[in-house]
């Protein structure tokens, strides 16, 4: 039954993700901006990576590679939002001047 359960929760937030990666994809579209591109392709890994852990029947998720996909995930959060608030400083400090 837990087993069960946790199969459902997963491919509740793999749904979640992957609408996520739609909504970001669909601003990417209208905008060019790489920032939502970046959050798609995060929000994607994220799903696929639910989706294989609940097809594998891993119930352990200790294994570094589920640590390594989420890893990934977050750090291209982290960089969308680097490369987003870098440049502007640069520009910023250009027009200073």
Known sequence: MQNELSDLFAGAIAM???VIALFFLRF???SRDRFFLYFALSFGIEGVHRIVSALTFDDNEDSPLH??????AYGL??????????PARRAQGADDR
Request: hydrophobic residues 65%; positive net charge.
């Open 16 to 18: 979640a993700s992957f």
């Open 67 to 72: 640590y390594l996909v989420r890893l990934l």
């Open 77 to 86: 959060i982290l960089w969308a939002i680097l490369e987003k608030n870098l």
């Open 28 to 30: 990417w579209r209208s």
